[in-house]
């Protein structure tokens, strides 16, 4: 396990804690027993590790035939750590091209989305070298991005383009950062150029969990801690809404396409969310600089970066700006 890095100045920051967002999961949270959590723990561990193992013989496979496989897997992986999946929306997912940007709470939020509309994640790339897991992601489709080069984010956007112009399915957590559900943040406008480009739509997801606090991964929280939390949870609810659909041509700018799938998501939350309660002290929250583009603020980070039970303020950040 490596120490973590320090986050590029340029990426964005939530200022949610796991202590006040998911340490402590209140009454709504019924917990389960040590002995069913070490069960759930051990179920959930061995549908990941089943899934590395067999994803080399399905890299052969169609591409529909894989991310049918990819739904079963982290449905699989979903219901073995104890998670009930609840999909809102349309009785058949949209299919063809489409610019996928979710709310982000928690680790769980990716194979929630896969489970429901597998398609290309975005990812930065120190996950591809990771032992297992980066071939998983390599296996997977994953679209790698070096968030410490913002000379790179062309070709990124570039990469994603093409993915949609070929009929494909992108999936993008635009807030570039885990919130702990009761306030979310802005979405980074970068990857809406990619479906003004291609002309495809934007389609919205609201993710919610209940109860919230135990699923939430924020701040200085570890992996570790978060599987526990998970595993020791009875009657886990993930909530994936699906949302009218936005169309590109609505409006050329990235920034507008941004604005208003941020509004889908969170229709009665400000798009600048107030710090209290998420901080004891909102003052002691460094101010985030702004810049002249697109790429603005600092990250946390979530699992989706990094596996190891690394804090999830070191291994957040996802989503290009």
Not at 47 to 55: I, R, T
């Amino acid at each position: 396990m490596s120490a973590p890095t320090a986050a590029s100045p340029w990426l964005p920051t939530a200022p949610c804690t796991p202590g006040r967002c998911a340490a402590h999961p209140g009454p709504a949270a019924p917990r389960a027993t040590a002995a069913r959590g070490v069960l759930r723990l051990a179920a959930g561990l061995t549908a990941v590790l089943l899934g590395v193992l067999l994803a080399p013989l399905a890299a052969p496979l169609p591409a529909r035939a894989r991310l049918f496989l990819v739904r079963l897997w982290c449905r699989a992986v979903l219901r073995a750590f104890g998670v009930r999946i609840r999909v809102h929306g349309p009785a058949a997912p949209p299919t063809g091209a489409h610019l996928v940007v979710a709310n982000h709470l928690s680790w769980l939020d990716i194979p929630l989305v896969a489970a429901v509309l597998p398609g290309r994640m975005l990812a930065k790339r120190e996950v591809r070298g990771w032992p297992l897991l980066g071939r998983l992601a390599a296996f997977g489709g994953t679209l790698f991005i070096d968030r410490d080069r913002l000379r790179s984010l062309p070709g990124t956007v570039g990469a994603m383009s093409r993915v949609l112009a070929g009929g494909g399915r992108v999936i993008v957590f635009p807030e570039g950062s885990t919130w702990c559900g009761r306030a979310g943040g802005p979405f980074r406008p970068a990857a809406f150029q990619a479906a003004v480009d291609t002309g495809s739509d934007i389609q919205p997801v609201r993710i919610a969990y209940r109860p919230v606090g135990p699923a939430a991964f924020v701040g200085d929280d570890t992996l570790g801690a978060s599987l526990w939390r998970i595993a020791t949870t009875e009657r886990l609810v993930a909530d994936i809404r699906l949302l009218d659909p936005i169309s590109s041509s609505r409006d050329p700018d990235r920034r507008a396409l941004a604005r208003a799938a941020r509004t889908a998501v969170h229709p009665t939350t400000h798009p600048t969310p107030p710090l209290h309660p998420l901080h004891p002290n909102p003052s002691a929250i460094p101010r985030q600089p702004t810049v002249a583009n697109d790429s603005a603020n600092r990250s946390s980070s979530s699992v989706h970066q990094r596996a190891s039970v690394s804090p999830a303020s070191a291994s957040s950040s996802r989503t290009p700006s």
